[in-house]
């Protein structure tokens, strides 16, 4: 069993940057992908970026490439998104996830979410 808690969502202008971060408990989670997803009101819940378990392997949703980072510290059990020039459009409850157990886009495919940190971005 893993938990996962968020932090480092609040409120930021246009352009702006946030950092947020995921502490995981349990002594395996340098054995799992972490994935950052977003749901924002009225949508399905996205993916943003994942990070294997080495970080060998990223992916970034078009939507954020080139302005968010995923990066993950084992043995701080902690994984990040750094986020630069925010838009608008990047307002969501932000979720961290863990064990993938099939696709790595689909939200149903993870075992383990955060309770989610809010980001809003005002224009």
């Known amino acids: 069993q893993v938990q996962l808690v968020e932090s480092g969502g609040g409120l930021v202008q246009v352009g702006g940057s946030l950092r947020l971060s995921c502490a995981a408990s349990g002594r395996t989670f340098g054995l799992y992908a972490m994935a950052w997803f977003r749901q924002a009101p009225g949508k399905e819940r996205e993916i943003v970026a994942s990070?294997?378990?080495?970080?060998?392997?990223?992916y970034y949703a078009d939507s954020v490439k080139g302005r968010f980072t995923i990066s993950r510290d084992n043995a701080k059990n902690t994984v990040f998104l750094q986020m630069n020039s925010l838009k608008a459009e990047d307002t969501a409850l932000y979720y961290c996830?863990?064990?993938?157990?099939?696709?790595?886009?689909?939200?149903?495919?993870?075992?383990?979410w955060g309770q989610g940190t809010q980001v809003t971005v005002s224009s």
């Open positions: 990070i294997s378990r080495t970080s060998a392997n990223i």
């Open positions: 996830a863990t064990s993938p157990v099939g696709r790595w886009d689909y939200a149903p495919d993870w075992n383990f």
